[in-house]
């Protein structure tokens, strides 16, 4: 039986940072000071209170969030949010909203909304790109009375991150920054809303976060069931019930670490910067052995899909690094191939290991 | 700093059991043969395959669950059920859904559900005991028509639990189990929808069980938001999109917990009775110092609300009981007084200890 830990490319849930799961063991029998596990503690407590206040000022640091915007820390996932952020803001505005569809994500994002809502598709990646890029903003066109503005900063499966916000012609703009959340920093005025479940780069799954403008709260319709009601949400500071204690606990620790460890948002984003370089560097000098899918301006620094000549050596591949430790880098079960996922957490050295690998792989297979 | 466990009565998230924590806590940095800890490791892996499946099987064995169910793990807690119920079986069913109403949960409940079609309060306990007990078969008249008969089975807040289901007239029971799941057998098949969060008797929060009959399921509408969607979350094994990996881990270990160190329901309700009796009979002894809430018959074995003879004595009782191991003893926030929620895992020597200290608090203070 397996009782090491590996490098694990996962990508979600994926690794955590080691001293914030050392932290969560050594404390799990008994939170200091609360005489009882973090698992077993009311939501009503002073030492949750400090929990979760403690959690979303760490949030309000990182990004920068200035005093107008919302921190809830809901339960559901981002799939939940792509029908939620429609049914709060869109439903009943009498407006439209228009996405930017770069990957599967993107799409079934829109596919969500349309169940709550008006959704104009203002640019196809697959049509135009077989998703290996976003638009440039002279490919799309913004309705100037669009609700708001949908994008995903990351397409998890087929690697591709905006460099930078879309264009948006003053509309707010709708983020899923699910796999790509506190790996840099964002200019969060230009957000409506930015929301990223935790199980990527934040803590593990059972948690999302959800960044709102406080105008926006007020377009949640009383109709609504409460748990599903923003407005309300935010009202009750996201514990209109019981939230998901532990997962906000390790959100709490996570963001501890990219604050204190890390240094912020900057640094975490040179890191992430010199980890992603490493593997497009052996991908790209790799004579095509290694195939990647993006463009090279659109390359994801969180997940690194490619692909060997053959099925046969994806497969080949994926089993001997599994046997030094190099785990779990099967692409999405969409698409196939293979995928590193070198989020905040994954080390430098696991990448390393991983660049390697490839490197004496690809001299024993090419 | 207090670094030591002590008895805690919280209404939930509540204690679990002592070797269930150890246990976690034992394989929270690497989980034997899968590398990666619990928090990190793909839910699309055969190493989370095997902890869903367990859970759910677990589950099964414990309440004899035929075929015919099937046991949905989801997010939400119960207020985000209190309204999926009907929006996935009542909404587009031109019935309307009769609702006994005995405490606040199902009181909130009734007022969730309005959201989403026809609720017909068959019996208002508020208006007929001050929330005491619940109904005689007599007081209440279900219409025949109905799409199905709510209860809540134990009201935490007032201490009232259903001795047995509520006539029906042969329709489906749709239940709110959540303080009292697993706490003694049930018949299932009087039921439609059983659902229960985690955070009292099952595991930590962030988890929900719905177990659901099938027929049911064909009620969801294809309108619906695919996570709001019971019938394509069956379809899904509960992974339409990343589930909560680490609840569910924690409720297969506590539903093994119960298989195999308790030994089943019916040894855990002859535990919970044995233990509800010490606090009753010493509330029943103190010649009106203690005074509980629930007509005698209808008494929860989980959670016991009582009263001092000021508020100035239950404050004095709250601070003492700390003082010596004996926690979180608050009524809830919206009644005050003093209530000990005493699950599952609150081992016979904590009730016990409460008892004593009952008695000796009495002594000197009646």
Redesign the interface.
């Known amino acids: ?6 490098y ?1 490319f ?7 940072p080691l001293p914030v ?2 932290k ?2 050594e404390e ?3 939170l ?6 973090i ?7 002073k030492t949750f209170d400090a929990i979760i206040n403690g959690a979303q000022e760490n949030i309000r640091k990182l990004y920068n969030i200035p005093e107008n915007y919302k921190i809830l820390l809901m ?6 949010h ?2 939620m952020v429609p ?1 709060n803001i869109l439903r009943n505005s009498g407006k439209k909203a228009d996405y930017i569809v770069t990957g599967t994500w993107s799409k079934k994002a829109s596919g ?1 909304a349309k ?2 809502g008006e959704v104009n598709v203002v640019w196809d990646g697959k049509a135009e790109s077989n998703f290996t890029r976003d638009p440039l903003p002279s490919e799309y066109k913004i309705d100037a009375d669009a609700k708001y503005v949908y994008f995903t900063s990351n397409e998890t499966i087929e690697g591709v991150q905006w460099p930078a916000e879309p264009e948006s012609n003053g509309l707010p703009l709708v983020c899923d920054s699910s796999s790509d959340v506190f790996s840099r920093p964002v200019d969060i005025n230009r957000y409506g809303v930015l929301f990223a ?1 935790a ?1 990527k780069n934040a ?4 948690v999302t976060m959800i960044i709102i403008r406080d105008d926006l709260l007020e377009c949640s319709g009383d ?6 009601n923003y407005k309300k949400q935010a009202a009750g500071n996201s514990m ?8 906000i606990y ?1 959100l709490k620790l996570v963001t501890e670490w990219l604050l204190n460890d890390i240094g912020g948002l900057e640094a975490m984003k040179k890191l992430n910067e010199e980890k992603a370089a490493i593997l497009y560097e052996v991908i790209d000098a790799s004579d095509g052995f290694y195939k990647g899918h993006a463009a090279k301006e659109y390359r994801s620094m969180m997940n690194v899909p490619f692909r060997l000549p053959s099925e046969e050596l994806d497969n080949k591949f994926k089993a001997e690094a599994q046997e030094v ?1 190099l ?2 880098l099967g692409g999405h ?1 969409s698409v196939g191939g293979l995928r590193a996922s070198i989020y905040n957490a994954m080390p430098k050295a696991g990448v390393e290991k991983l660049a390697a690998f490839m490197e004496d792989f690809r001299k024993k297979n090419a």
């Open positions: 039986m397996m009782n090491e830990r590996v694990n996962a990508a979600g849930p994926a690794v955590l799961l050392k969560a063991q799990l029998l008994c200091p000071g609360a005489g009882a596990s698992l077993e503690i009311s939501h009503r407590s339960q559901g996932g981002a799939l939940t792509f029908a049914m969500e169940t709550q479940c199980q803590g593990p799954a059972g109709d609504l069931p409460t748990m599903f209109v019930n019981t939230p998901p204690c532990f997962a390790m430790g785990s779990t079960r």
